[in-house]
C-alpha cells in the first residue's frame, strides 16, 4: 500500500511557473513508476508526464519543453516543474504511482493559471 500526499498547488499568472510535489509513503519509492495526470473541468483525467524507476521520462506533448518531472528516491518524493504556464494548464493535478498490478493516486491539488 502506497499513500501519496501531494502539495504545491497554486494560483499563478500565465508564463510562470510552479512546482508540484508529491511525497509517498507505505512502500518501496524506487520500485514504483511515477507521474502526473491532469483533470480540467468538463474534461477526462489525462497524462502529464511520468517517469520509471529508470529514471526515463514520458511526457504529454501539451507539456513538452515546458514541464519537468523528476524524482528523488532518497525523499521518497516526486516533482513537476512547470514552466510558461498557460490558462489551459488550469486543472486539478493528481500524483499517480504503478507498480504491476497496482495504481496509487494523491489527493489531487487545484492549479489556476490565470492573469
Known amino acids: 500500500q502506497v499513500q501519496l500526499v501531494q502539495s504545491g498547488g497554486t494560483l499563478v499568472q500565465p508564463g510562470g511557473s510552479l512546482r508540484l510535489s508529491c511525497v509517498a509513503s507505505g512502500s518501496i519509492f524506487s520500485a514504483h513508476t511515477m507521474g502526473w495526470y491532469r483533470q480540467a473541468p468538463g474534461k477526462q483525467r489525462e497524462l502529464v508526464a511520468t517517469i520509471n524507476i529508470y529514471g526515463s521520462t514520458n511526457y504529454a506533448d501539451s507539456a513538452k519543453g515546458r514541464f519537468t518531472i523528476s524524482r528523488d528516491n532518497a525523499k521518497n518524493t516526486v516533482y513537476l516543474q512547470m514552466n510558461s504556464l498557460k490558462p489551459e494548464d488550469t486543472a486539478v493535478y493528481y500524483c499517480?504511482?504503478?507498480?504491476?498490478?497496482?495504481?496509487?493516486w494523491g489527493q489531487g491539488t487545484q492549479v489556476t493559471v490565470s492573469s
Open positions: 499517480w504511482g504503478h507498480k504491476p498490478g497496482y495504481d496509487y
